[in-house]
């Protein structure tokens, strides 16, 4: 069974609180996990939530947890390194497609507002 989700976010929406909400909605963590492995990364993060409440109301929110303590910092990617990372990951063919048009564009927004070209863009928490 397939389900649509719309989401109104007229002032946006972070990843976390995005995948939190799926999370609440019944989207089982093992299976974001179990997709985001595909990319060869696993050894890097921990996925995990928490049930919230904030305001009166019941939430879900998301965590990742980066490397180990000893890890003061995620890896930097640049922009090719993550296209091959989605490249290889063997994920449906939208996902790769519209992973790949988001990072680009991601790119072209850092690269003019640091004023570099795309390929001295890096990703820090990538």
């Not at 009166?56 to 980066?66: E, N, P, S, Y």
């Not at 890890?71 to 091959?84: A, K, V």
């Not at 449906?92 to 003019?112: C, D, G």
Request: proline share 5%.
């Amino acid at each position: 069974m397939n389900k649509i989700v719309y989401l109104d976010c007229p002032t946006g929406i972070s990843g976390d609180m995005c995948l939190g909400a799926l999370v609440h909605l019944g989207v089982p963590l093992d299976y974001l996990s179990a997709c985001l492995n595909q990319l060869g990364i696993a050894a890097e993060y921990t996925l995990r939530t928490e049930s919230v409440h904030h305001n009166g109301q019941q939430a879900t929110k998301f965590h990742v947890d980066l490397g180990s303590p000893s890890h003061l910092h995620s890896p930097s990617r640049h922009l090719p390194t993550i296209q091959q990372l989605i490249q290889a990951a063997n994920l449906p063919v939208r996902v790769t497609t519209w992973s790949l048009a988001i990072f680009q564009r991601l790119a072209e927004a850092e690269a003019a507002v640091h004023g570099i070209s795309i390929k001295h863009v890096h990703f820090h928490e990538v």
